[in-house]
T-cell receptor
């Protein structure tokens, strides 16, 4: 069975440009998470979805970040416009609803120049 | 904020020896889960071991075991017979309120 799939693996952009990350969770997993991991730090939650609904987006910087999960499966995280401080690894994870075991993708490493 | 603290930014151990990584956490919940994740350079978070807070017995997975002290809110990871493949960042994490909160990590180096 395939794990959590993320793309792209790496992305380099100039500041003020838009960028998008894609995540395909494990089949049957209704809960999807986006985390941001700054260099030398642990991941921090940006947003959590239960099916199509964003049930916790309190840590998402809504002025420039947006996310969607159409049809409750794949999800896209977007930044527009990107700033230098957005350079980080963006991790996607999924679990069954109420499940405490999160399965992570390999992340997208974003560099904003 | 309910935090997870790892006070050892870096640790090293001789191959085949034993090493213990420390973690403390803060929570107001009575029911939660604790985890240790391993993150190699590939960046993928790999689950090492899981502990249910309501269970007093310490979890064990092959060479990995934990020392869970609920009253002290302490959750350390012991790696026995360290192998070169154990070299990675290790993150302690607590699952509560439907989300996983991570510590800042400990970089483990294995000395051949």
């Amino acid at each position: 069975e395939a794990g959590v799939v993320q793309s792209p693996r790496y992305k380099i952009i100039e500041k003020k440009q838009p960028v998008a990350f894609w995540c395909n969770p494990i089949s049957g997993h209704n809960t999807l998470y986006w985390y941001r991991q700054n260099l030398g730090q642990g991941p921090e939650l940006l947003i959590r979805y239960e099916n199509e609904e964003a049930v916790d987006d309190s840590q998402l910087p809504k002025d420039r970040f947006s996310a969607e999960r159409l049809k409750g499966v794949d999800s896209t995280l977007k930044i527009q416009p990107a700033e230098l401080g957005d350079s980080a690894v963006y991790l996607c994870a999924s679990s069954s609803i109420g499940g405490e075991k999160l399965f992570f993708g390999s992340g997208t490493q974003l560099s904003v120049l | 904020a309910q935090t997870v603290t790892q006070s050892q930014p870096e640790m090293s151990v001789q191959e085949a020896e034993t090493v213990t990584l420390s973690c403390t956490y803060d929570t107001s919940e009575s029911d939660y889960y604790l985890f240790w994740y391993k993150q190699p350079p590939s960046r993928q978070m790999i689950l090492v071991i899981r502990q249910e807070a309501y269970k007093q017995q310490n979890a064990t997975e092959n060479r990995f075991s934990v020392n869970f002290q609920k009253a002290a809110k302490s959750f350390s990871l012991k790696i026995s017979d360290s192998q070169l493949g154990d070299a990675a960042m290790y993150f302690c994490a607590r699952f509560g309120n439907e989300k996983l909160t991570f510590g800042t990590g400990t970089r483990l180096t294995i000395i051949p």
